[in-house]
């Protein structure tokens, strides 16, 4: 089994790479959103806003990571190829390095050929943050860092937890990872009622985080960029968020481009002071998003090899 499993990540992560995210095509975090809405709906009014939160966690495990068990299991039993094509395809909609490319793309080239009104819609997609105060450069900064934030987030930590767990750990993760993206807030609404949700996310991501670091210093030094640099400003900087995962990636990213990141957001019409990551030698620029690409792709390929030297290793001591 571990052969089969092995076989349709690898066939998961062609896909990534080769389809991305087409639009109008079904998608399991889709359905996860789905469910957890469902899910807040019926929770959120309990007095007990704590309480609502762990049960929207274990809901939400039980069915988004549950489900995916169940169907791998049952496909195991059909044939060895259809778990094969199944394990393909959830650990193919657990990545996200195209799509993310893609997107960040997008404002790439927005911000050359169209206008900042266009360049702030553009990066509204793919940030939580409120666009419309920033400026060329505020733009550039927030797609960069969107790119070194789901560097790990949407590729190293979902193959992490496929290379222990095969295409079930990967569910597992985005289902997670998911709800902190949908109700991990620190506002009035959620402040009680997401906290579990936020917590088993840092959780989950705290050795991905810093692995994705590691491996995107390496990637520096493969695509012949600053590492040198990134390894210091990841040293001095990836405390400097009040996530403990955030800051590791955003500060190789920040060093490996010698620009600075991050620093005061606007969220919901209100200033949020952040520290700067990185050191301000160079002023950020439009080729700043293309340059963060080969980081991503570059980390995603690290990633992947350790994962078949992992299964290796398990292959031969079993």
């Known amino acids: 089994m571990l052969l089969y499993d092995t076989l349709a990540l690898l066939l998961g992560f062609g896909l990534d790479l080769l389809l991305g995210d087409p639009q109008g095509w079904p998608h399991l ?6 469910v957890i809405e469902g899910l807040e709906k019926l929770l959120y009014p309990m007095s007990n806003k704590r309480l609502g939160g762990v049960l929207l966690v274990i809901g939400t495990l039980i069915l988004c990571a549950g489900i995916p068990v169940a169907v791998l299991w049952l496909a195991w039993k059909v044939s ?3 778990y094969v094509a199944i394990g393909a395809l959830l650990s193919w909609q657990c990545l996200a390095a195209r799509s993310l490319r893609v997107e960040s793309l997008r404002v790439y ?8 009104a266009e360049a702030q819609q553009a990066v509204g997609m793919i940030v939580g943050r409120d666009t419309a105060v920033l400026d060329e450069a505020g733009v550039t900064r927030a797609a960069v860092e969107t790119v070194a934030e789901n560097t790990s987030d ?14 079930a750990g990967g569910c597992f993760y985005k289902a997670v990872n998911t709800m902190d993206s949908m109700v991990g807030y620190r506002n009035e ?11 088993l996310d840092d959780v989950m991501n705290y050795i991905p985080a810093r692995l994705s670091a590691l491996l995107m210093i390496a990637a520096a030094a493969l695509c012949r960029k600053d590492a040198k640099n990134a390894w210091r400003i990841w040293r001095r900087d990836r405390r400097k968020h009040a996530s403990p995962n955030s800051a590791q990636t955003e500060s190789v990213m920040a ?6 990141l991050a620093g005061d957001a606007v969220y919901g019409g209100v200033v949020h002071k952040k520290p700067y990551i990185g050191d301000d030698l160079r002023p950020i620029e439009a080729e700043d998003i293309r340059r963060s690409h080969a980081l991503l792709y570059g980390t995603a390929w690290l990633m992947l090899l350790l994962t078949l030297l992992e299964r290796m ?6």
């Open 189 to 199: 609404r959620y402040e009680r009622f997401g906290t579990c949700a936020a917590r």
């Open 154 to 167: 949407g590729e190293v930590a979902p193959l992490f937890y496929m290379m222990l767990l095969g295409p």
């Open 109 to 116: 080239e927005v911000l050359k050929a169209g206008t900042l």
């Open 313 to 318: 290793c398990l292959y031969a001591a079993l």
């Open 255 to 260: 060093g490996t481009l010698r620009v600075r």
């Open 29 to 34: 975090v889709r359905y996860y959103g789905k």
């Open 80 to 82: 060895p190829w259809c």
